[in-house]
């Protein structure tokens, strides 16, 4: 019998990001990231050419609606990011009080609604002036993250009560904007970005253990969890969803958790590059523990050995249902990604920081009476009892999202949020699933 009680002091949230929600890019101060430039210059390449200062939740502007919708919904906790270029417009160097007392309000108004702040250092919108120096491949990044981040803990560590670093480096198109200096099927340039990112965030970890009294928060780093299942039991096969799985996901987890590269990958034949071997000692020396580690899952993938790329993998064409964003659905593999951890990982306290559904604007307009939401958010819960009986550490779940988000090239079209946005007004409208979800967090059950 699957228990679908859960504990009462499991904490149920949702999930945003800055350059998703806030809009306001060039409000108070706040420079643009390389996602407002990427829209600037080129709306072209998003959906229904909008330009970026008009699609957008405007959260800036509506968040004390938006908390208290969620103080309505029963939230324990709300993960949102904050956005570099609001809080420092050049990137470094001066800092702006207006972006300061954006965050100061926000974290207040959560705390008297009774939701702890769950704080992203970083969710993809780089500076534009740091994208313009070289991006992650300059290394000054490192040092540009470890400033921007202590002045985070300075200004907000008395009253945030989770802080994250970074979010999803694994989805590298995003994180770099699609950056043509960035070609992940090179080595030499996969292992840079993997180098900088995991210093950029073993340097935030230093500061927050410097600048954060002990007691009052918790500090992880989030990222994609893929479970990748091999097409056929050919050992070929096998071994080629393994490598595929440490590129893109225990690169990350390893590297934070452990302190390590994994092997398989540091030693493959196809990433040679000529600093391969300096990686491991440069890792340990900078390695700083965590409290948590946030796990975002969405969807699997199915991956099969074909020789041609460096890893010389390919995805297999396996057959599973979609969401209209192309997402496949697949309930088990947010038990398969939690238990990854559990068996993998020592047991580590884990939130899983992402998880949701979208629909297509185009096909169903505002979507209101949203049964598939409900469908897929049941069964994912389902198997959220069964990690928890089984025995995993997990602490929280975070949905993905409060509200309709932007979604990078995609921008308003597909729908994940509780609430609809109205592109026009703003004007924010609870879907059928905002009622489910209020009624699992009250019951603290799956209904
Ligand atoms: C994960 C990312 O962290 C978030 O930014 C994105 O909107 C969701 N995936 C859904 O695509």
Known sequence: MINFEFPEDFIWGCATASNQIEGAVDADGKSPSIWDANMRDQPEKFWNGHHYNTTIADFYYHYKEDIENMRELGLKSFRFSLSWTRILPDGRGAVNPKGIDFYDRVIDCLLENGIAPFADLYHWDLPESLGKAGSFLNPQVIDDFHDYAEVCFKHFGDRVRYWSTINEPSAMRCFTANDPRFDFQDPACYLTYVRNVLKMHNAAVKSFRENVAPGIAEIGAVSAFVPIYARTSD?????????????????????????????????????????????????????????????????????????????????????????????????????????????????????????????????????????????????????????????????????????????????????????????????????????????????????
């Open 235 to 447: 050992p070929k096969d096998i071994e080629a969803a393994k490598i595929q799985e440490d590129y893109v996901c225990n690169v990350w987890f390893s590297g934070i958790l452990k302190g390590k590269y994994p092997e398989r990958l540091l030693t493959h034949a196809g990433l040679k590059c000529d600093f391969r071997d300096e990686l491991q000692a440069e890792l340990t020396a900078c390695h700083q523990p965590v409290d948590f580690i946030g796990a975002n899952y969405y969807y699997p993938n199915t991956i099969g050995y074909k020789e041609g790329n460096f890893l010389n993998t390919e995805l297999a064409q396996v057959y599973y249902a979609q969401s209209d964003y192309g997402f496949r659905i697949y309930p088990q593999g947010l038990y398969d990604t939690l238990m990854y951890f559990k068996r993998e990982y020592g047991n580590p306290k884990i939130f899983l920081t992402e998880n949701g559904f979208a629909t297509d604007r185009e096909k169903h307009g505002a979507d209101l009476e949203d049964d598939e939401r409900i469908a897929y958010l049941k069964e994912h819960f389902r198997e959220l009892n069964r990690v928890l009986d089984a025995g995993a550490n997990v602490q929280g779940y975070f949905l993905w999202s409060i509200v309709d988000t932007f979604e990078c090239f995609n921008g308003l079209r597909y729908q994940f949020g509780l609430n609809h946005i109205d592109l026009e007004t703003k004007k924010r409208t609870k879907r059928k699933s905002w009622y489910y979800y209020q009624d699992c967090i009250k019951k603290h059950r799956t209904v």
